[in-house]
Nanobody, 121 residues
Framework: QVQLVESGGGLVQFGGSLRLSCDAS????????MGWYRQAPGKQREVVAI???????IYADSVKGRFTSSRDNAKNTVYLQMNSLKPEDTAVYYC???????????????WGQGTQVTVST
């Protein structure tokens, strides 16, 4: 199994910044895409940022220019730097990784437990 643990969430004022981290551990043969989704109350989970193992990134239109995702492949860690936060960014943020536990098993998605980000006005 691959375990993902997020950290760095919390309460921040409008216009503030937060940095989320997600550490992957366990049986890891290779991690492909990593990234972040979020889910606000009453809404569906939506993609925030995806970063490939080569470092290419895509972002949701709503966060472009404000959020930056990066990863440290040596540490199996992905980050999300969130700047200019808005109340509409309030959500539970979930880390995900598309990974392979060994050379035989197929790659699959793994999810963290989520971390709350709340942006106050």
């Amino acid at each position: 199994q691959v375990q993902l643990v997020e950290s760095g969430g919390g309460l921040v004022q409008f216009g503030g910044s937060l940095r989320l981290s997600c550490d992957a551990s366990g049986r890891i043969f290779k991690i492909y895409d990593m990234g972040w989704y979020r889910q606000a109350p009453g809404k569906q989970r939506e993609v925030v940022a995806i970063i490939t193992d080569s470092g290419s990134t895509i972002y949701a239109d709503s966060v472009k220019g404000r959020f930056t995702s990066s990863r440290d492949n040596a540490k199996n860690t992905v980050y999300l730097q969130m700047n200019s936060l808005k109340p509409e960014d309030t959500a539970v943020y979930y880390c995900f990784a598309n990974a392979q536990e060994n050379i035989i098993l197929r790659r699959r998605d793994y999810w963290g437990q989520g971390t709350q980000v709340t942006v106050s006005t």
